[in-house]
C-alpha cells in the first residue's frame, strides 16, 4: 500500500513566523501535490512537482513555496504565515500526473496538518 | 478555469436506500471524472475513475456514471450502510492538476 506521510497533525504557529510541512511519500512516486482544504472551497492545488527540484505553481501559490530535494520528500513553505493561512493542508503523491493516463494518475493523499496561524 | 461542482453540501439518509450524489463540470469534458472519500481528520482516499468514452462504472455497491451532454457524473451508494458515512468528493483532470469539487458530505441513519 502507497504511504504518505505528514510532519504533524496539527501545528500552532504566530503571525510572521516561518512554517515548515513536510511530507514523505514511500512509493516511488515521480509526482507529489500540496493543497490546502477550507470549508465549502474544496482542495485547492498550492504547488506541485513532477520530478527532484522541479515544481510548478498550482492554482493559489501567494505567500508559499515548496522544495523537493529528494524523490520522497516533498515540503510546502510558509515564509511568513499570515492568520488566512490557517486551514487544513494536504499533500498527495502519484505516478503520473493528471490527465496522463487515468488510474495511474490516482492521487494518494496523507492524512493532513491542520494549521492555525495566531 | 475549469470549474467543478457537487450540487449539495449535505446528503442525510435512511440505511439501505440509495444516495445519489452529482457533480457538474464547465466547459470541455475530461479525459476522466474520479471519486474519492474522505472521513473526518482524514485525507481523501480514491474510489473510482470513470472516462470520457465510459457510460457506467461498478465496484461493489458503487456506481458512477458519466453524462458529457449534460455534462454530469452522477455517483451512487447503493444498500446504503452507517459506515458509508463521509463526504465524497468529485475531481477532473485538467492541465496536469485534479480540480477538486467542494465534496458532499452523507450521513446513513441506522
Known amino acids: 500500500d502507497v504511504k504518505v506521510t505528514q510532519s504533524s497533525r496539527y501545528l500552532v504557529k504566530r503571525t510572521g513566523e516561518k512554517v515548515f510541512l513536510e511530507c514523505v511519500q514511500d512509493?516511488?512516486?515521480?509526482?507529489m501535490f500540496w493543497y490546502r482544504q477550507d470549508p465549502g472551497l474544496g482542495l485547492r492545488l498550492i504547488y506541485f512537482s513532477y520530478d527532484v527540484k522541479m515544481k510548478e505553481k498550482g492554482d493559489i501559490p501567494e505567500g508559499y513555496s515548496v522544495s523537493r530535494e529528494k524523490k520522497e520528500r516533498f515540503s510546502l513553505i510558509l515564509e511568513s504565515a499570515s492568520t488566512n493561512q490557517t486551514s487544513m493542508y494536504l499533500c498527495?503523491?502519484?505516478?503520473?500526473?493528471?490527465?496522463?493516463?487515468?488510474?495511474?494518475?490516482?492521487?494518494?493523499f496523507g492524512p493532513g496538518t491542520r494549521l492555525t496561524v495566531l | 478555469s475549469q470549474k467543478i461542482e457537487q450540487n449539495s453540501e449535505a446528503l442525510n439518509i435512511q440505511e439501505g436506500k440509495t444516495a445519489t450524489l452529482t457533480c457538474n463540470y464547465t466547459n470541455y469534458s475530461p479525459a476522466y471524472l474520479q471519486w474519492y472519500r474522505q472521513d473526518p481528520g482524514r485525507g481523501p482516499v480514491f474510489l473510482l475513475l470513470i472516462r470520457e468514452n465510459e457510460k457506467e462504472k461498478r465496484k461493489e455497491r458503487l456506481k458512477v456514471t458519466f453524462d458529457t451532454t449534460l455534462k454530469q457524473s452522477l455517483f451512487h451508494i447503493t444498500a446504503s450502510q452507517p459506515a458509508d458515512s463521509a463526504t465524497y468528493l468529485c475531481?477532473?483532470?485538467?492541465?496536469?492538476?485534479?480540480?477538486f469539487g467542494a465534496g458532499t458530505t452523507v450521513t446513513v441513519r441506522a
Open positions: 512509493m516511488d512516486h515521480e509526482n
Open positions: 498527495a503523491s502519484s505516478l503520473n500526473l493528471p490527465g496522463t493516463s487515468g488510474t495511474t494518475d490516482t492521487q494518494y
Open positions: 475531481a477532473r483532470s485538467n492541465d496536469y492538476k485534479l480540480s
